[in-house]
């Protein structure tokens, strides 16, 4: 009976295989592969002559890397999306984290429909509503400026001063994503013992301290991954900029993928724009890192 | 119980009290906050031309009229997108459904060689950006002869990395004792996934199709690369396409705006539970 029970190991691995082929083949050949060419594209030339014939493509080592270091277009791109980053995502987690707290309050109730809602924004899809946000910034027309007249604040040009497009785009940013690490916290949040804010408030702390003391130490594993994760997605920044300001003005929201599309897609210089795919890897896999790291020092 | 008692009590009521109007008092403007671009978009979408350009703003029209909407299916084709746009998300749903369901099971329940390593190296491509892909794989749609063609979004999209994963993580609570028993009974491996395994994951297939769903309509940046004739484009670029030249009709780009968000709002509304579990799937291992 027990020799029954273990089928042939040969059988059970075929059967395996079988159900992983089509799955392994299909991310091997379009998403492994593709990936390993990247790299080997961005050592080399291959541009609009290349596309015409392949033989006119030659081995360059790494100029485009130096190239880029050299490029003022590069550098601003890079600082663009750091800034969409370093901004956007902390501004993001910390209302979702707002809006977590408020829907864990014990006090309210229709939790459900309000978690909808504030949930909403995120599956919408986002080339639609930069359109629509681009609307409402519109310096005469837009309810933006209409609701800052209101509070006695002159028109601000949202999407024309150079200065103002980025916060722009992170605000509607902000609006779209936080909704998703919202869910994340609300699920954080459930998972702390109801008794040690009992005990925190026996011993008379009061809210604010119960929140930097305990809720904050005891979500800090939440708080990475939800860090992680929004940096990864903001990292990659295209279609708000692509759509709302063609990445101006004065190249103000230029992002890095959004360099790599035009450099790439555009002007068909494409070892160039792989060499720009690569960093934008390396960023993110750094950022990562980075935060694995603080991760593991709490712990 | 004595007056001083009473009034403490009465004294602490009061302050509940207070806080749970602030409470809902955040909740509600939140709330307005998260809606008022979607309301307004539908709201300027029925407004007559040129209502939605004035000063002071008009919030809700003054005259409903549907002609943006007619406009666009009669004079700009938005009839093709959609469906274009509904092919291509209901194909991928379908494929990426068949192909990382198999595959999942099989990484959580088959035993063979390698299935860790291979794991490990699958799970590494979760921090590639796929942008670094995309270059590369131009060229060889471009070789498959799959540009302007509708393989050539649907393809790189029926099988993904993310979704083995979730579908492995559910699987592996399936009983050894139960896949062993059928072996025992003689049935093939086959037979297995398909009469045990697929009833028994059913509600996380339900959250990789409506996942892979709205992630499939709502995906702008490959469509964009790989669809260069407007007869093959999906609603996004289509859409994008549209508000280059048509900047200056609002309410006909807000009334595209809302065709393009409804489908994927309502498949939301009507499976969040669904959608909801996927958040939380993927979040369990960071």
Known sequence: MSARRVRMPAEASTAAWFFLAPALALIGIFFFLPVAAALVLSV????????????????IGLQNYVRLLHTPDFWSALKNTFYFAFVGGPLTIAVALGAALLLSSKLVRFKGFFRTIYFTPFVTTLVAVAIVWRYLYHTRY?????????????????LGDPHWAMPAIILMAVWKGFGYNMLIFIAGLQAIPDEL?????????GPFRRFFSITLPMLAPTLVFVAVITMIGYFQLFAEPYVMTQGGPLRSTTSVVLLMYEEGFRWWRMGYAASIAFVLFIVILLATLVQFRLQKERT | MTAPRD?????????????QVLLYALLVLGAVLALLPMVWMVSASLMPSGEASTYPPHFFPSRLTFAHYSDLFTRLSIGKYLLNSAFVSFVVTFASLAINAMAGYAFAKLRFRGRDRLFRVLS????????????????????????????GVIIPGMASIFGIFLVRQYALAIPDEMLDAARVDGASEFRIFWSIVVPGIVPILATLSIWTFLATWNDFM???????????????????????????????????????????????????????????????KG
Not at chain 1, 45 to 59: H, K, Q, S
Not at chain 2, 7 to 19: D, E, H, K
Not at chain 2, 124 to 151: C, D, E, R, S
Not at chain 2, 254 to 263: D, K, N, Q, Y
């Open chain 1, 44 to 59: 080399t030339d291959f541009d609009l002559y290349g596309i015409a014939n392949p033989a006119n493509t030659r081995f």
């Open chain 1, 142 to 158: 837009g309810l933006f400026n209409y609701g800052l007249a209101h509070l006695g604040i002159a028109p601000i040009d949202w």
């Open chain 1, 197 to 205: 804010y009992d005990a925190a408030e026996i011993d008379g702390a």
């Open chain 2, 7 to 19: 009034s403490a009590m009465q004294s602490m009521l009061q302050r509940q009290r207070m806080t």
């Open chain 2, 124 to 151: 590494t491509g979760l921090v590639l950006p796929v942008q670094v892909a995309m270059l590369p794989l131009f060229l060889l749609m471009k070789n498959l002869h799959l540009i302007n063609t509708y393989w």
């Open chain 2, 222 to 284: 490959w469509p964009l690369i790989v669809l260069s004739d407007e007869s093959h484009y999906t609603l996004p670029v289509a859409l994008a396409n549209l508000a280059g030249e048509h900047v200056q009709d609002t309410e006909l780009m807000m009334a595209g705006s809302v065709l393009t968000v409804i489908p994927v709002m309502l498949v939301f509304l009507f499976l969040q539970r669904y959608y909801i579990q996927g958040v939380m799937a993927g979040s369990v």
